[in-house]
């Protein structure tokens, strides 16, 4: 046995042993563990990475294969695939020799004689919120994975959010297993844009290792990627015949009838999808996987919120349920007839609202057809009205808040109006943030106008579907420089820039304020959404002052939006009898978790059990093995 002095200098040097998630290191935990298929997405490529050679996934729709690959949950811009097209046969992954190659184990015929076990483990992200536009019978169910088969046969297997309009669990994220249907989260607790970990492991024996009868044939885990960091668990109830799918179909996006697709509104996203067809994983091997992807803090949205009021702003939509105007309650701005009802949850509201960035239900606005836009007919920025070459204007004024990037691809050709002032370039009034339209010199690039002109605020490239803040100020009275604009991700790097126009520019057109759409166009569909088969535009914390912020009251609001990281906790060991009794303050950051290893060389870093709170420290106690063990505390 190793002495405890020996165990005590292994923590002692990586006692500080917080590294920051990367693929590589997520792929390194998952291939350690010996998956028999392992579907990365990487680069495009949809071929099975473990052994040297097939399956290779088969993309097919009804239209040719209308997904593609876009970017993962690290934010590398080809490695994972997302599905498009929905109808009788969408987008889908399909293996068309599933028969052959298992890469789900077990299934067939429902039986009591089968002793097939089995894990599947992947990430997904949900779509967006809100029905496609020009839907009269509803999005339909969204299909993550299927292995074909059916409940009434015993041997059914897919896992997908359910049809709004069905009369059971509508939009719910439910899980089929041989003869049974689990709802793993319920439709009001479904978050819109988020990425999710999900694992099931199952035994098809019909009885345990006791003798007893096997009704609890599969364990799911779940866990969301945007903040919460908990990974919920649970068990579906079986027949002892129950199965897993039926042997002999298999398909990513999709029900194995293609239909289904885990697609509109927005591109569903599946990625590092993998199976182990000999054994189930262990609890302590899902939660290494899961400690190993992105998973980072989010505020609440008082701190965002009181930055704003301590910068006493002229106008504050914060857009959470209603568009009225927090600084003065009485004024409402209007929301247009075209605007989406919703009547099924989780869009729980009847005029567009759903989940903002701080995860608040009703928190922001989203755009659904083509009239879709909250307005005013009056001006709400401090200047703007007609051009006048001989004389400057004399408004002052500025403007922040938050949207969110549009998926994937695009149907729909045309501008993509975040907000809008009136006006335009040919009479020097123009006021405006949109995107480029995608068959322009500059497609999906965020852009602004302000007087005459128009410039790029970030490539179309490098804009996520992710939820960016943003702010401008303006000043009509400069001949130079009259607009400074700022853009960033919460937790990435603020860019800024400014923008000049020709003297005598004005903000706007003086008559009017859309957020979601053009005020001249709407009716033309000018609006923050993209065609039925693409995704809504989301719009939050809308704020407008009748004076310039400084660049360090922008930095305030927008460094409100992240979580201060503070130094890392210090980890401290005891020994006592036979165990380790590692602890750290019960005052640091929850976001860490304490994991180790046996090896530095190759390190398989697994969760070294869940801490428990003894006065003022977090304690985790482990039983002093024959080898060396390493410890890291990591989020």
């Given at each position: ?572 060991i005891a020994v006592s009898g036979t165990n380790a009794i590692i602890s750290w303050p019960s005052s640091a950051d929850p976001g860490y978790a304490l994991q180790s290893t046996t090896n530095l060389a190759l390190p398989n870093w697994l969760s070294a059990g869940a801490a428990y709170v003894v006065g003022t420290n977090n304690v985790v106690t482990n039983s002093i093995s024959g080898s060396a063990q390493f410890y890291r505390l990591k989020k």
């Amino acid at each position: 046995m190793k002495t405890g002095s020996t165990i005590l200098l292994a923590l002692t040097c990586f006692s500080l042993g917080v590294s920051a998630q990367t693929l590589s290191n997520y792929q390194a935990t998952v291939k350690a563990q010996t998956p028999s298929f392992y579907f990365t997405f990487d680069a495009g490529s949809h071929a099975n990475v473990i052994g040297s050679s097939g399956p290779t996934l088969t993309l097919v729709g009804s239209a040719g294969f209308a997904g593609g690959f876009t970017y993962d949950i690290f934010q590398n811009p080809t490695n994972c695939i997302y599905f498009s097209l929905g109808g009788s046969s969408g987008d889908g992954a399909n293996d068309p020799s599933e028969g052959t190659d298992h890469i789900i184990s077990g299934g067939g015929v429902a039986t009591n004689t089968s002793t097939a076990v089995g894990t599947i483990t992947l990430l997904f992200r949900t779509p967006d919120p809100g029905p496609p536009s020009g839907s009269t019978t509803g999005p339909g169910a969204k299909c993550i994975f299927s292995a074909g088969g059916a409940t009434s046969s015993s041997n059914a297997l897919y896992l997908q959010i359910e049809n709004p309009n069905s009369t059971n669990a509508p939009n719910a994220l439910r899980l089929a297993f041989g003869d049974s249907v689990t709802t793993i989260l319920p439709a009001t607790n479904v978050v819109w844009d988020a990425w999710y970990y999900f694992a099931l492991t199952y035994n098809e024996s019909a009885t345990n290792a006791d003798g007893s009868p096997n009704t609890n044939k599969a364990t799911w885990y779940l866990g969301r990627l945007n903040g919460a960091g908990t990974l919920a668990s649970g068990q579906t109830i079986n027949n002892t015949n129950a199965v897993a799918g039926s042997g002999t179909l298999f398909f990513i996006g999709a029900q194995t009838t293609g239909s289904s697709s885990f697609d509109k509104p927005g591109d569903g996203r599946v990625d590092e999808f993998a199976t182990w067809t000999n054994r189930q994983l262990s609890t302590v091997e899902i939660n290494a996987q899961f400690a190993g992807l992105p998973n980072p803090a989010i505020p609440p949205v008082s701190a965002y919120q009181t930055v704003i009021s301590n910068q006493a702003p002229a106008h504050y939509f914060q857009l959470a349920g209603n568009a009225v105007d927090s600084m003065n309650p009485a004024l409402a701005l209007a929301i247009n007839t075209g605007l989406i009802l919703v009547t099924n949850p989780p869009f729980n509201s009847s005029v567009g609202f759903s989940y903002d960035y701080f995860l608040d239900q009703n928190g922001a606005a989203y755009f659904s057809i083509g009239t879709d836009a909250i307005y005013t007919n009056v001006n709400l920025l401090n200047g703007g009205g007609t051009y006048n070459a001989g004389s400057l204007g004399t408004g002052k004024g500025s403007i922040s808040g938050m949207f969110h990037g549009l998926p994937c691809t695009n149907y729909y050709t045309g501008q993509i109006y975040i907000l809008d002032a009136g006006g335009n370039t040919g009479t020097s009034n123009a006021f405006s943030l949109f995107l480029e339209n995608p068959t322009s010199a500059n497609p999906w690039s965020l852009k602004m106008r302000f007087g005459d002109s128009s410039d790029v605020l970030v490539p179309g490239t490098n804009i996520l579907s992710e939820w960016y803040y943003f702010a401008i100020t303006y000043d009509e009275t400069v001949t130079n420089h009259q607009a400074h604009w700022w853009v960033g991700r919460p937790g990435a790097t603020l860019q800024s820039g400014f923008f000049s126009a020709i003297s005598n520019s004005l903000a706007g057109a003086g008559n009017a304020f859309y957020i979601g759409n053009q005020a001249e166009s709407s009716a033309n569909g000018f609006r923050y959404q993209k065609n039925s088969h693409t995704g809504n535009g989301q719009v939050s914390q809308f704020t407008i002052w009748n004076r310039l912020l400084t660049t360090n009251e922008v930095a305030a609001q927008f460094s409100a939006l992240s979580v201060s990281a503070g130094p890392p906790p210090t980890l401290s060991i005891a020994v006592s009898g036979t165990n380790a009794i590692i602890s750290w303050p019960s005052s640091a950051d929850p976001g860490y978790a304490l994991q180790s290893t046996t090896n530095l060389a190759l390190p398989n870093w697994l969760s070294a059990g869940a801490a428990y709170v003894v006065g003022t420290n977090n304690v985790v106690t482990n039983s002093i093995s024959g080898s060396a063990q390493f410890y890291r505390l990591k989020k």
